[in-house]
């Protein structure tokens, strides 16, 4: 087995500690914090994964963060999770544990975000994802590549301004 995998059946997690003092909008309109992807597949097809964590500086009232967790066409892209989450609490100089689960739950997929050690949200989205291993690659702090269907943005785009620490990926639910 490959040390990366997507699968909603085991699941996923992604941990890291965080310190980031602003958002900078004349940078990007988003920041990626992780993104993995399968290198030989097109999205419409069975082999396909995406796992992204990103983050948007735009003040909608909404949380910044944005998850993807896709298999195939299964699953879901660029979901908000974060509940009474703005800005300018991620946004705070200070240091703070985040962790996303992804696990297949009845036909959806469940995913959790936890903020220094407490479930913070939970969302309940898409399809069940499939077992994806094989060819992956993965980045931390910008994208790995252009999403599906786009020319733009490309590799190295999104690029995350911050401080990470501690970062992990799981394959499984923790």
Not at 80 to 101: P, Q, V
Request: aromatic share 12%; hydrophobic share 35%.
């Amino acid at each position: 087995e490959s040390n990366l995998k997507i699968g909603g059946l085991d699941g996923n997690t992604v941990e890291f500690w965080l310190k980031k003092s602003e958002f900078l909008p004349s940078l990007t309109k988003r920041e990626v914090l992780f993104d993995l992807y399968t290198t030989s597949s097109l999205s419409s097809s069975a082999d396909y994964a995406r796992l992204t964590i990103e983050m948007t500086g735009t003040a909608d009232g909404s949380s910044p963060f944005l998850v993807t967790f896709m298999s195939g066409t299964a699953g879901f892209a660029e979901e908000s999770i974060g509940s009474s989450f703005t800005t300018a609490s991620l946004a705070d100089d200070e240091w703070h544990h985040y962790a996303f689960t992804f696990k297949n739950s009845g036909a959806n997929v469940q995913t959790k975000l936890y903020v220094d050690g407490t479930c913070n949200h939970t969302i309940t989205a898409g399809t069940t994802v499939d077992y994806v291993s094989g060819n992956l690659v993965a980045t931390i702090g910008s994208l790995a590549v252009a999403p599906s269907g786009t020319q733009t943005p490309e590799r190295g785009w999104g690029k995350f301004s911050g401080s990470l620490d501690e970062f992990r990926f799981w394959k499984t639910a923790r």
